[in-house]
């Protein structure tokens, strides 16, 4: 099975950038999708097709992919920004997420 | 704005069966691949199962073929899933989550979940 690898949690200091890695093999020939959830609320996309914001999402929020990581970089971190992280990818026919990264802002 | 509400879930003993729904509105449902998703007390998120919009193609998590069927009725725009030989380790909440489109989409949607338990 595919597995997709993110560390367990970060922090980030407020302004700065936080930048979420998410690993697996060849994953920059798959499609990335980023997921944002906030304790006691469902998951809400913030990142498809690897770079792109469904509307609604601050430009503060962009992803990357290639190679064997894709990237969920936060620029100039809000409180707000304090959530869960997941990323997740297509794989032969099966939906593959990362195990979660908590973002602390302190 | 779109809406998915899911039902059915509550307390059943292992080995039980449930089966949860998810009603969808103000898109047209038909046309949208759906998911459902569940997340364990405390754990991450884990992909269950999705189906087509026309409900001819249905795809699972690995663990869960053969104890887990997932159906839609398009006429009711609702999405089911039909959970058999539950275990403690299904306890979790299980979301529902639309598709937004293409291979590289997202899931644009998501239903607030409905909890299931599993213990004796």
């Known amino acids: 099975s595919y597995d997709l690898t993110q560390p367990p949690s970060m922090s980030v200091s407020p302004g700065q950038t936080a930048s979420i890695t998410c690993s697996g093999y060849?994953?920059?020939?798959?499609?990335v999708r980023w997921y944002q959830q906030k304790p006691g609320q469902s998951p809400a996309l913030v990142i498809f097709?690897?770079?792109k914001r469904p509307s609604g999402i601050p430009e503060r929020f962009s992803g990357s992919n290639s190679g064997d990581t894709a990237t969920l970089t936060i620029s100039g971190t809000q409180a707000l920004d304090e959530a869960d992280y997941y990323c997740?990818?297509?794989?032969?026919?099966?939906?593959?997420f990362g195990g979660g990264t908590k973002l602390t802002v302190l | 704005d779109v809406q998915l509400v899911e039902s059915g879930g509550g307390l059943v003993q292992p080995g039980g069966s449930l089966r949860l729904s998810c009603a969808a509105s103000r898109f047209t449902f038909s046309s949208y691949a759906m998911n459902w998703v569940r997340q364990a007390p405390g754990k991450g998120l884990e992909w269950v199962s999705a189906i087509s919009g026309t409900g001819g193609s249905t795809y699972f998590a690995d663990s869960l073929k053969g104890r887990f069927t997932i159906s839609r009725d398009n006429s009711k725009n609702t999405l089911y899933l039909q959970m058999n030989s539950l275990r403690v380790e299904d306890t979790a909440i299980y979301y529902c989550?639309?598709?937004?489109?293409?291979?590289?989409?997202?899931?644009?949607?998501w239903g607030q979940g409905t909890l299931v338990t599993v213990s004796s």
């Open positions: 097709h690897d770079t």
């Open positions: 989550a639309r598709n937004s489109g293409d291979s590289g989409s997202g899931f644009d949607y």
């Open positions: 997740q990818a297509w794989d032969s026919n099966t939906v593959v």
């Open positions: 060849k994953l920059g020939e798959k499609y």
